[in-house]
């Protein structure tokens, strides 16, 4: 059974810092994994998706790096800004249609 | 572009309700749908998701259940609400050809 993980549950940054949010899985037979951003009270966001025959993606100040024999996957951010603070989920799925998230890491970013 | 909305925003209900919530997909055909809960501090649980009409699968056996009445619409009801059910309801929808997954806004419900 695939079993998804993430650290750190939560961590606090000041503003401008560049920082690494860490996913690991437990079946490197992945298709895809997914990055996404949860507000408070709120959906969630897809930010990047990671083929499983890709190593990166990246969008503007996000870069998302996948190792699947490694069962790993990094989020950095870089130049972090307050309007970056909230939860971040990763989710990796074996055939596009099921699922399963890890328990997010919540951010803050002071100013 | 496709769009999902999700409604009520907020919830209040009392133990022993019945509850219905509702999700619709815009700009899409024959998406997979997906009801996601969501407890405070917990990880997305999956609780139902559809690859078609009627075609509904229950991850987690419970007192809820889930309807396809439509193609691009999804319904998550119960008879009888537990304090239990209290919690963060997301649907979502994806399709292999588009392999991400969209979620609405959310449901936050509170049975007491």
Known sequence: KQEVTQIPAALSVPEGENLVLNCSFTDSAIYNLQWFRQDPGKGLTSLLLIQSSQREQTSGRLNASLDKSSGRSTLYIAASQPGDSATYLCAVTVDGQNFVFGPGTRLSVLP | ?112
Do not use: M
């Not at chain 2, 022993?16 to 997305?44: D, H, K």
């Open chain 2, 1 to 112: 572009s496709q769009t999902i909305h999700q409604w009520p925003a907020t919830l209040v209900q009392p133990v022993g309700s019945p509850l219905s919530l509702e999700c619709t997909v815009e700009g899409t055909s024959n998406p997979n749908l997906y009801w996601y809960r969501q407890a405070a501090g917990r990880g997305l649980q999956l609780l139902f998701y559809s690859v078609g009409i009627g075609q509904i699968s229950s991850e987690v056996p419970q007192n809820l259940s889930a309807s396809r009445p439509q193609d691009r619409q999804f319904i998550l009801s119960s008879k009888k609400l537990l304090l239990s059910d209290s919690g963060f309801y997301l649907c979502a929808w994806s399709r292999v050809s588009v392999e991400k997954l969209f979620f609405g806004s959310g449901t936050q419900l509170s049975v007491l």
